[in-house]
């Protein structure tokens, strides 16, 4: 069915499990007759998308090979424009790292309408892997989740890790590091100096994935933890005191469904 006003709606798909997926998400994917869909998007979630609908696939990545961001913008106006009832589905949520506040912009100064359904962001999925709580009371007062990408064409400057780490330690905060593989050495030098070498740290691929691998050890071993283990992107690095409370829990089978 054509869509009577130009519409976007910006569908979180989660971390990659399937099951967890929102009922709001869902629905909003059995009515898309455009659905644009990310690299990190689990296959099976494409299972609730209509037969009639036209799925195209914007694949985007870090380190490897992407659709444009101008591009998937435009086409984003364009299809809704046309009437269509399109979905821009983007693994996570797509307001955590997601690109999902400038592409609110842009169709907003061009008229269109934006909805957002908020998805499980990865670095949450990660911590429940290997049943911790980023935020238990005995450990950790917050949160901060952070991107280790190194090129920012926001504007902003590099992330000052030395200063990060020292404010995590003093106000006792776990930081979750989004896009952190590549820059892991850097990463690991700029925390060294304001936080105990023997800060607990993991690193989390695939997270919610019934092929999720992780690796444990101790900050001053990050990048030598990452070579031996062999894990690759996308991960999540956790670092913090809470990884002390790690429950080891074996999560039910239903979480884990590839």
Not at 144 to 154: A, E, P, R, S
Not at 201 to 209: L, M
């Amino acid at each position: 069915m054509k869509n009577t006003k130009a519409t976007v709606t910006l569908v979180g798909a989660g971390p990659g499990d399937p099951e967890l997926l929102t009922l709001k998400a869902v629905r909003a994917l059995q009515q898309a007759t455009v659905v644009l869909v990310d690299d990190l998007v689990h296959p099976d979630v494409l299972g609730h998308v209509s037969a009639q609908a036209r799925i195209v696939h914007v694949g985007k990545r870090g380190g490897c090979q992407s659709t444009p961001q101008a591009f998937i913008e435009k086409l984003m106006v364009q299809e809704a424009m046309a009437g269509e009832q399109v979905v821009r589905l983007k693994g996570g949520d797509p307001l955590v790292f997601g690109r999902g506040g400038e592409e609110c912009a842009y169709l907003l100064a061009q008229g269109i309408e934006v909805r957002i359904i908020n998805g499980i962001t990865a670095g949450m999925a990660a911590a429940t892997d290997m049943g911790v709580a980023l935020t238990h009371r005995a450990h950790a007062h917050g949160v901060v989740m952070v991107t280790g990408h190194g090129k920012d064409k926001g504007g902003l400057p590099p992330i000052d890790w030395q200063m990060l780490a020292q404010s995590a330690h003093t106000c006792h905060l776990t930081l979750v590091i989004y896009m952190g593989i590549q820059n892991i050495a850097l990463i690991q030098q700029g925390l060294m100096m304001g936080l105990p070498p023997q800060t607990p740290v993991a690193i989390v691929e695939n997270a919610s994935h019934a092929q999720t691998r992780q690796a444990h050890g101790e900050l001053q071993h990050l990048q030598k933890l990452l070579m031996q283990s062999k894990l690759a992107s996308p991960a999540i690095i956790i670092v913090g005191d809470v990884l002390r409370a790690m429950t080891q829990i074996e999560l039910p089978i239903s979480t884990r469904q590839a």
